[in-house]
T-cell receptor, first 114, second 112 residues
Framework: QQQVKQSPQSLIVQKGGISIINCAYE??????FPWYQQFPGKGPALLIA?????SEKKEGRFTISFNKSAKQFSLHIMDSQPGDSATYFC?????????????FGTGTRLTIIP | DTGVSQNPRHKITKRGQNVTFRCDPI?????LYWYRQTLGQGPEFLTY????????KSRLLSDRFSAERPKGSFSTLEIQRTEQGDSAMYLC??????????FGDGTRLSIL
């Protein structure tokens, strides 16, 4: 049972462009939605996270857009750079009920070309 | 902040052998999580501890798997009688309640 669906599986974007990765969830009890970045041979690193009481959160070049009614959220990377080439995972958990285990999407391999 | 430390980074073993991995969390973090990640997939939750208490175990964690966190500090994950399907990256993460989980760089297990 895949509770968090992520798309696309892979994405190629030109340097300076906008990278957009989408996720959809099924369980309405989820109340915390982080995005992680993972480089080969490394563990996931937290990029940015959002809670469902806001529709958008921006940190530098990274923005999360959240649509509670559609049960969807997305990551936008502005002015994409070659150093952004990595695998990105969305995730969800139920923080307010004390169940903070993360349920991850299947990942998006992002490649930024010059 | 020294980060989450995992050892060994890579373990190669023959099928049927027992293996043990260690995770040292960020020192002030009382929550510790284990996840498993196979190639091309996102991490999957295995188990988590609050201090020394193991509060939840996934159905993925068969009887061959056991995790401990004595004294609420470091944790170990042991796999007995390893099988081919156990080949994966085993990730550890730590946090304080309501705060983000920080991951280590994992232990990659290869079963020959």
């Amino acid at each position: 049972q895949q509770q968090v669906k992520q798309s696309p599986q892979s994405l190629i974007v030109q340097k300076g462009g906008i990278s957009i990765i989408n996720c959809a969830y099924e369980n309405t009890a989820f109340d915390y939605f982080p995005w992680y970045q993972q480089f080969p041979g490394k563990g996931p690193a937290l990029l940015i996270a959002i809670r469902p009481d806001v529709s958008e959160k921006k940190e530098g070049r990274f923005t999360i857009s959240f649509n509670k009614s559609a049960k969807q959220f997305s990551l936008h990377i502005m002015d994409s750079q070659p150093g952004d080439s990595a695998t990105y995972f969305c995730a969800a958990s139920k923080v307010l009920v004390g169940n903070e285990k993360l349920t991850f999407g299947t990942g998006t391999r992002l490649t930024i070309i010059p | 902040d020294t980060g989450v430390s995992q050892n060994p980074r890579h373990k190669i073993t023959k099928r049927g052998q027992n293996v043990t991995f260690r995770c040292d969390p960020i020192s002030e973090h009382n929550r510790l999580y284990w996840y498993r990640q196979t190639l091309g997939q996102g991490p999957e939750f295995l188990t988590y501890f609050q201090n020394e208490a193991q509060l939840e175990k996934s159905r993925l964690l068969s009887d061959r798997f056991s995790a401990e966190r004595p004294k609420g500090s470091f944790s170990t994950l042991e796999i007995q009688r390893t099988e081919q399907g156990d080949s994966a990256m085993y990730l550890c993460a730590s946090s304080t309640p309501l705060m983000a989980q920080h991951f280590g760089d994992g232990t990659r297990l290869s079963i020959l």
